[in-house]
């Protein structure tokens, strides 16, 4: 069956860095643009960053531009989410979202890892 099993979140101060993990499984990664989403307490779930298939273009919200990257290994079946310079504010559960558009649009969510950042 299909998952993305996200790992590496957790607890870390203000100015520290992360790397998430998103291994995915049960279809054909390469051909699927990948995605981290965001969503703190009482907030709409925000995209973070984008990915497309082959790696060859990504997106960042704003909010996240210069300090997180995002980057894939086909060859591994795995999404990363390099977070440098953390803040509080990123404080939230961090999800990996797979999504292709052809030949018929299809798309997978992952259960979620927890980022605290808090001194």
């Known amino acids: 069956q299909v998952q993305l099993v996200e790992s590496g979140g957790g607890l870390v101060q203000p100015g520290g860095s992360l790397r998430l993990s998103c291994a995915a499984s049960?279809?054909?990664?390469?051909?699927?643009?990948m995605n981290w989403y965001r969503q703190a307490p009482g907030q709409e779930r925000e995209l973070v960053a984008f990915?497309?298939?082959?790696?060859?273009?990504?997106n960042y919200a704003d909010s996240v531009k210069g300090r997180f990257i995002i980057s894939r290994d086909n060859a591994k079946n795995t999404v990363y989410l390099q977070m440098n310079s953390l803040k509080p504010e990123d404080t939230a559960v961090y999800y990996c979202?797979?999504?292709?558009?052809?030949?018929?649009?299809?798309?997978?969510w992952g259960q979620g890892t927890q980022v605290t950042v808090s001194s």
């Open positions: 049960g279809f054909t990664f390469s051909n699927y643009a």
């Open positions: 990915i497309t298939g082959a790696g060859k273009i990504t």
């Open positions: 979202y797979a999504r292709r558009g052809r030949p018929v649009p299809s798309d997978y």
